[in-house]
């Protein structure tokens, strides 16, 4: 659809809150909790000693997680990937689908929560009303640059866009630009995250990423909706 257009949406915020140093890439508290809940899950079941957490975690981050993180707070990025590395080695086998499932298990909690008004626009989509194909996309295009619009509450780097594949008339591409501190785990976790959305238009399985170059993660619908 030649009307859709790229809608950027800028994800910077200012960087405070304990685990990070002044202008770091940081990702906000309310999901920073989230993964370090589930470290606590390992602990508390015997999977990891807290002596083995320093196979992945440096001495002055194993200090700072002894602090509750707040909710507006913000977090070193590399914190938040070597807590998922954990979780991934541990919990997951030393699978990356792992943390996409975790991704996914994400996206159904905001879901059910209805605390973030773009996700919880998945429940009342226009996509069931729509009639034609041509509908169909563009209530889809709506929905997924709500969903992109999240990027700016979670992470205080990188710009994230949703506008047409150039080289599909019927999918998307989510683009993430400045995104050489984008670590992996975080972006398999994006993709469980963005499918279980997808699932919600009756879509699974829509969605995969890739690196195309160092400051530059792509997005793609693998089949026409």
């Not at 009307?3 to 950027?8: G, L, N, Q, W």
């Not at 590395?85 to 499932?101: F, K, N, S, T």
């Not at 979670?154 to 080289?167: C, Y």
């Amino acid at each position: 659809m030649g009307s859709e257009r790229s809608s950027p949406v800028d994800a910077r915020r200012p960087s405070r809150g304990a685990g990070s140093s002044p202008g770091a890439p940081c990702i906000t508290g309310t999901v920073f909790a989230q993964v370090l809940r589930d470290v606590e899950r390992l602990l508390a079941a015997g999977q990891v000693s807290k002596d083995g957490l320093s196979r992945w975690l440096r001495p002055e981050e194993l200090r700072a997680l002894a602090d509750r993180p707040l909710p507006s707070g913000w977090y070193a990025i590399g914190t938040y990937a070597r807590l998922n590395a954990l979780l991934r080695d541990v919990a997951g086998g030393g699978r990356d689908a792992y943390l996409r499932e975790l991704g996914g298990r994400s996206a159904r909690q905001f879901l059910e929560s209805g605390h973030y008004q773009q996700v919880a626009y998945a429940r009342r989509t226009e996509i069931a009303r729509a009639t034609t194909r041509e509908e169909r996309f563009r209530a889809f295009g709506y929905d997924l640059r709500l969903f992109v619009s999240l990027s700016a509450s979670f992470l205080n780097f990188s710009r994230w866009a949703a506008r047409q594949d150039p080289e599909h008339a019927q999918r998307y591409l989510i683009e993430v630009t400045e995104a050489g501190h984008l670590p992996d785990e975080l972006c398999w976790r994006a993709e469980g995250f963005v499918n279980e959305l997808a699932a919600e238009h009756g879509c699974p399985g829509l969605w995969r990423w890739e690196r195309v170059q160092a400051e530059v993660v792509h997005f793609r619908m693998v089949r026409d909706l």
